[in-house]
């Protein structure tokens, strides 16, 4: 039987970015024996990529701005596909937590009077983003690392990769790892556990995600029982970098946009005039004059390139499909003709940066080559709203591997919000379910050592293949065929290939030994890819309309009295299947419900 550690924790918090480091601090500061585990080094998170700001109504700039609006923008952008509570407790709390942060040394923009600066960007009725520059989600992890580092009854483990979530009579007990460095296996045992991994970005080709972003949270909630919510729903973020091949899928912020920048195609026409569709139509600018009197008078409109991000990256996709396309394949992004030099590299310092290291384009005197890029995971862990709480007694989630919150598609902003409303909620549940369910029974050793055995398998099979090329296969497989535009028979064969590379997945060879060996952990992690991978690719063909993230070329219009009204839940079933079936919404309270009505909308 493999060697291993055992770690005692009332809440064991997996992941260590801004969800995960939130729920940490609130949990710790509960009482509550508190331990991180992180793939990577502390402060290394996928959140300090996050780049425009922490979307709260502050009223700050715009003192019309209230939660009200910014639960109605979002669950618009969602097209009405959110948990309504879960878009209520985020719009009425985020503001609470940037003044927190604040209070913690968040080092915020500033109005002219000194109050937080708050900047526009898609989907949102007002400018309402708090941010540091184009660096805000550095400065939220830099300071939630150093709240949580003082922090008596926290304790961090770096470098450490989560294989399987421990189950034993029905609720979920910890969890085992392994330290990447030696390969050595530790057992945490925990009284709650909060999932806070992130997303699933690098099973696609183009991706914004970093090497982190490999579904893990989302693979062990549901091979331990719990239900998902929406997989179908992938953003592709509309502005990735295109340029140099080595840079692709780099994210270009959307603050960008919300400063002033413009999107043009090959023939320099300003094109998303084109395809704002009815239902923002009353809130956009008209013509390319009125949007420039709207960055002139700050007046509450709403220029093109403002509208949320699936409509966003589907007008860029058609208009490369239709050969009016960058050189690379995108489309050009254009903010030196209108702001100052002075202006971009006060207000956009990463991307100017940037673009200037990896493809020599200054943005100051010339524009961007961008295209979507996949960015972000819309579905997740199906939890409770109040408590973050999975369908699994013990197990919590928070952050993006949590669905619900952002519906069919997420704004941009709302993800720095999401992670620290809910990341605080999901801390204070775990840590008062760890208090209140009592001790945990003695170790299963058994599970403990089939787990463990099964990790080690990579080494035994000396005949196997290369995990290096059943990643590729999966992301061209995921870019070609459940990408920005889906269609029945793509899907199908998809579902297909998936079921042909899982049957592959058992036999992975990973050379050398257990020390820091990248293809083992690879092959490990392909095990979570290829599991969620099913999940979206069959959530995806059940849902036989476009909404969202969710574009299918054979519905291209939504469904507003079957799909419209249900949200898709899937399960692994006994027999190691995966189930999707749909479920009603949660019905909105009539108070909220009227803030949706035409009378009230201006």
């Known amino acids: 039987m493999a060697d291993y550690d055992v770690k005692e924790l009332d809440v064991l918090v ?29 402060g290394k998170a996928h959140t300090v990529m996050a780049e425009g700001g922490i979307a709260a109504a502050m009223g700050n700039v715009w003192a019309e701005d209230n939660w009200k609006i910014h639960f109605r923008d979002t669950m618009r952008g969602g097209k009405m596909l959110n948990n309504w509570r879960m878009a209520q407790l985020h719009a009425q709390e985020a503001p609470d937590r940037v003044f927190e ?16 600066l708050q900047r526009d960007f898609g989907g949102h009725r007002y400018a309402r983003l708090a941010h540091v520059g184009d660096r805000t989600g550095l400065e939220m992890i830099r300071t939630l690392q150093y709240k949580a580092i003082y922090l008596d009854d926290l304790e961090v483990f ?21 330290w990447r460095e030696t390969g050595r296996f530790v057992v945490f045992r925990a009284k709650a556990t909060v999932l806070a991994t992130g997303g699933i970005g690098k099973a696609f080709r183009f991706t914004s995600a970093s090497w982190e972003y490999t579904g893990d949270g989302h693979a ?24 140099p091949p080595s840079a692709r899928g780099i994210l270009v912020t959307e603050g960008v946009r919300g400063d002033g920048g413009v999107l043009r195609n090959s023939e320099g026409r300003r094109f998303m005039f084109d395809y704002i569709p009815p239902f ?19 007046r509450n409109r709403r220029p093109p390139e403002l509208l949320p991000r699936d409509e966003v990256a589907r007008a860029i996709n058609a208009e490369v499909k239709a050969g009016r396309g960058s050189p690379h394949g995108g489309v050009f992004l ?41 960015h972000y995971m819309m579905g997740g862990v199906r939890v409770e709203p109040d408590t973050c709480a999975a369908t699994v007694p013990g197990l919590y989630a928070a952050g993006e591997v949590a669905g619900g919150m952002h519906g069919s598609n997420r704004l941009g902003g ?7 409303v809910f990341g605080r909620r999901a801390g204070a549940a775990a840590a008062e379910f760890a208090r209140s369910a009592g001790g945990l029974g003695p170790l299963d050793e058994a599970q403990v050592a089939r787990i463990c055995a099964d990790a080690l398998q990579p080494f035994a099979n000396e005949q196997g293949e290369s995990p290096y090329e059943l990643h590729r296969e999966l992301q061209q497989t995921m ?33 050398g030994n257990r020390q820091f060996n990248p293809g083992w952990h690879l092959a490990i992690d392909l095990r979570a890819m290829v599991a969620v991978s099913t999940c979206i690719t069959l959530s995806a063909l059940e849902r036989r309309e476009s909404r969202g993230g969710h574009t299918r070329d054979d519905y291209p219009k939504p469904d507003p009295e079957y799909f419209g009204k249900h949200n898709h839940i899937t399960r692994l079933e006994e027999d190691g299947t995966v189930s999707v079936h749909a479920e009603p919404l949660p019905e909105m309270p009539p108070e909220l419900a009227e803030l949706f009505e035409e009378a009230t909308v201006s």
């Open 14 to 42: 997996i992941g260590a970015g801004g969800a995960g480091l939130r729920a940490a601090i609130e949990s710790a500061s509960l009482g509550a024996r508190t331990g991180v585990v992180c793939k990577s080094l502390l």
């Open 101 to 116: 942060l604040e209070e913690w040394g968040a080092a915020f923009d500033r109005t002219p009077d000194g109050r937080i």
């Open 158 to 178: 770096m470098e450490c990769t989560v294989l399987r979530l421990l189950v034993e009579g029905g609720r979920v007990t910890g969890a085992i790892a392994y």
């Open 220 to 243: 062990l909630a549901l091979w331990a029982g719990a239900d998902m919510l929406d997989m179908e729903f992938v953003q592709f973020h509309p502005t990735g970098m295109i340029w």
């Open 280 to 298: 923002f139509a009353a809130e956009t600018a008209d013509n390319e004059a009125e949007a420039d009197r709207w960055y002139d008078d700050k």
């Open 334 to 374: 254009d903010i030196a003709s209108r702001r100052s030099a002075e202006y971009i590299e006060r207000r956009l310092p990463s991307m100017y940066e940037q673009f200037l290291e990896l493809a020599d384009v200054d943005i100051t005197k010339e524009p961007m080559e961008v295209g979507p890029t996949c």
């Open 414 to 420: 709302n993800s720095l919000g999401d992670l620290l």
């Open 479 to 511: 870019q070609d065929l459940v990408g920005i535009i889906r269609t029945e028979s793509e899907l199908a064969e998809a579902r297909d290939r998936l079921v042909g590379l899982a049957a592959r997945v058992p036999g992975l060879y990973a050379e």
